[in-house]
């Protein structure tokens, strides 16, 4: 199910923001004292921005938010997809699952709108959702010293 954050999953957005294995290729994970310190008691939320729910616990978050002013031409002003997932909950088909309901959102609320999604080369499991989901390579490039595939979806393409 996708939601908007509530209070009681405060706990969970910090240990999805404080994990290493989610920020493999992220850049790595913030410090959970930090996290604990600086997060408001009910996480932001906005137009976009969704918690994963499975048997009534936050398990990932799906954001979709505009791309202004992004230095890649490919992505400014686009939308762009973007998932973090808890490490229990992957292997299971949630991910795929979620973004296809939240693509699926955005084409009601913004029809015709067109989707990027950025992901480092080397994240084989990403590749293959972003594939999953209609994704197509629209180019590779180096940033944060590591190799990035940008993909689009085009408006019309069925979710997975």
Not at 21 to 36: Q, S
Not at 40 to 59: A, C, H, K, N, R
Not at 91 to 102: K, L, M, S, T
């Amino acid at each position: 199910m996708l939601r908007e954050p509530e209070t009681r999953d405060r706990a969970a957005f910090v240990e999805l923001l404080a994990s290493p294995d989610v920020h493999t290729y992220l850049g790595g994970p913030r410090p959970r004292d930090e996290l604990e310190r600086e997060m408001s008691e009910v996480p932001e939320w906005w137009p976009g921005s969704f918690v994963v729910e499975l048997d009534g616990s936050m398990i990932g978050q799906i954001l979709l938010r505009r791309s202004p002013g992004h230095r890649r031409p490919a992505v400014a002003g686009k939308v762009s997809l973007g998932y973090l997932f808890l490490p229990r909950a992957w292997g299971f088909g949630y991910a795929a699952e979620a973004c296809a309901a939240a693509l699926d959102w955005l084409a009601g609320a913004l029809p015709g709108e067109p989707v990027v999604l950025a992901t480092q080369s080397a994240n084989v499991a990403s590749m293959r959702l972003a594939a999953k989901l209609g994704f197509t390579e629209v180019e590779r490039f180096e940033a944060w010293g590591a190799a990035q595939w940008l993909g689009l979806r085009s408006p019309g393409t069925p979710s997975a």
